[in-house]
């Protein structure tokens, strides 16, 4: 019989956007001496020739931030669930060394894998794609991106520039969305913790799994609802009219202004995310004409040494190798 919560999460990890409003202890400033020791690294792997993803953990030495990086991986599982790193100056580096820095520092938090069938370890986000394309990924255009959890641990953005307006990064705690459901449709949790058929890009099947899992104390969430409609399609096993409801009681409470937290990534800000504890968004934008000014960020997928084990009925997977 499948474990239901049914208590409030009244710790950090269920935290609301309006909560956080004057509250910037999600920010992580990097200090002058770990800027210091990311730019000594960075320079060891460049004397070898070295760019990201092409070189290992041991090519780019990060000595003295271990607290650091110990206390980012806390915040990421036991904590709020995300953080935004400041620091990194867009002026000083150019892209390919901003993507050192960032692919380096995951190195030290966590394993990378791979993100799409491709094998690409670091994802370029940005308007290339065309939208009318079913086949496209959404964040390859500069349409809305639907809130949604990606296919690893956590996933990492770094911001090489912005767009022209719009494209603001939107975050949302899934024991926040719980909480809501709790107190306003209790009877909807129980479907939320039974099995939806969830398709993945790339992949002609489709697995089964609840959105919200509880296991050894730790709530869990997975979601994107085109891939969970799609799954059903696939597996021909239409939703049912309580699951759709289910489902429209998530999407509501998502979009509130009280429950998400907006952010705008500047160029050489890095921004990371438990995908079990904290689903994703970005708001469409206007891009530049001019190529070298478009919106481009890159992003990461890590496996965590320190991650939660998932409940048998919620099965995790890390990138499209597993």
């Known amino acids: 019989m499948k474990k239901v919560l049914n208590n409030r999460i009244d710790d950090e990890m269920a935290w609301k956007g309006c909560d956080l409003e004057g509250d910037l202890s999600w920010i992580y400033q990097l200090t002058d ?5 990311l730019d000594r690294a ?18 780019f030495p990060l000595d003295g931030m271990e607290a650091s990086i110990a206390n980012i991986n806390e915040e990421l599982e036991n904590g709020r669930g995300f953080l935004l790193i400041r620091g990194l100056d867009a002026e000083k580096y150019n892209e390919e060394e901003l993507a050192s820095l960032f692919y380096g520092l995951g190195l030290h938090m966590g394993k990378p894998v791979t993100q799409n ?25 500069n349409a809305y991106l639907p809130y949604h959890t990606d296919l690893s641990d956590v ?12 494209g603001m990064s939107s975050l949302v705690s899934a024991a926040a969305i719980y909480n809501t459901v709790l107190d306003e449709s209790p009877e909807l949790l129980e479907v939320l913790y039974s099995p939806f058929y ?23 969430c997975r979601y994107l609802r085109q891939y969970i409609e799609l799954g059903h399609e ?11 409801a289910a489902l ?58 320190n991650a939660r084990e998932l409940a048998p009925d919620f099965p995790g997977r890390n990138g499209f190798s597993e």
């Open 155 to 166: 996933v990492g953005l770094l911001s090489l520039k912005k767009a022209k307006s719009g």
């Open 42 to 59: 960075l320079a060891n792997v460049q004397a070898q020739g070295l760019s990201a993803p092409d070189f290992e953990k041991e090519d």
């Open 248 to 305: 429209n009681l998530v999407d509501d409470i998502i979009h509130r202004n009280e429950i998400k937290l907006d952010m705008m990534l500047e160029p050489g800000d890095v921004q990371f995310a438990n995908n079990y504890m904290v689903l994703h968004s970005r708001t469409g934008f206007e891009d530049y004409e001019e190529e070298g000014r478009k919106r481009k960020l890159l992003r990461l997928w890590l496996k965590m040494p």
């Open 198 to 220: 969830f398709a993945h890009l790339g992949d002609e099947e489709y697995t089964p799994s609840p959105i919200f899992s509880i296991h050894q104390g730790k709530l869990s």
């Open 117 to 141: 069938p491709k094998g690409d370890m670091l994802g370029v986000v940005k308007s290339v794609g065309d939208s009318s394309d079913k086949r496209t990924r959404v964040y390859e255009t």
């Open 234 to 244: 696939l597996k021909g096993d239409p939703l049912s009219e309580k699951q759709k």
């Open 33 to 37: 001496v770990e800027v210091e020791v």
